[in-house]
């Protein structure tokens, strides 16, 4: 082993596949993917590309563990007890506020997430579980209708894709600590949201 493979192996062994997806998102928005070589990720993370292919097989696999991230995430807000029990208007709330935190945590991963086209096999993978998730949230809708909460002169897969359109547009101003919090987001939200929707 040469001295400067030394001194730069400790370094790389540091180096987690969560702080390379980090930069790579970054990256990926900023230039786009189809534009981001993987030169172009090595330069960004100071890496080389052999380090970078030690976590993954490609940049397309770096695309399906970002936007994954931003799924699993948005998903484990489906499964949680407040998700599952209870009227589904309350439900439909908590998804709401709980989607927010998601998207505040996690902001680079769901901003990737919201921008794949489809154009290629991971792309395609996560329209697919959006689209899921999407349905999973009219079903919610759809209960919170027929429960008689929320009203019934409204298409409730209309009333989804303008609901989290309004959410998901979060992305491009929201900024933790620039202004206006998570909890006012929250807040507001649910009030504009809901009360226009109640019966």
């Known amino acids: 082993m040469t001295e400067a493979e030394r001194r730069v192996r400790p370094r790389e062994q540091r180096y987690s596949l969560e702080e390379l997806l980090h930069v790579v ?8 993917y189809d534009a981001t070589s993987m030169e172009d990720l090595s330069r960004a993370t100071g890496r080389t590309k052999s380090s970078i292919y030690h976590h993954v097989s490609g940049k397309e696999e770096l695309l399906r563990l970002a936007v994954a991230r931003a799924l699993d995430a948005l998903f484990a807000v489906l499964d949680e007890q407040d998700a599952q029990e209870g009227p589904a208007v309350e439900r439909l709330e908590h998804v ?3 989607s927010v935190r998601v998207l505040a945590a996690e902001l680079p991963y769901v901003t990737l997430l919201l921008r794949v086209r489809g154009n290629t096999e991971a ?7 959006r689209r899921e998730f999407d349905r999973r949230l009219t079903a919610l809708v759809r209960t919170a209708v027929d429960e008689g909460d929320l009203r019934d002169d409204l298409d409730p897969a209309l009333v989804t894709r303008l609901v989290f359109g309004t959410v998901n547009s979060l992305v491009d101003w929201f900024r933790p600590g620039s202004g206006h919090g998570r909890q006012q987001v929250e807040d507001t939200l649910v009030a504009m949201v809901l009360e226009g929707l109640r019966a």
């Open 25 to 32: 998102a970054q990256e990926f928005l900023r230039r786009g």
């Open 96 to 98: 709401l506020r709980a």
């Open 123 to 129: 792309e395609r993978w996560a329209v697919q579980r």
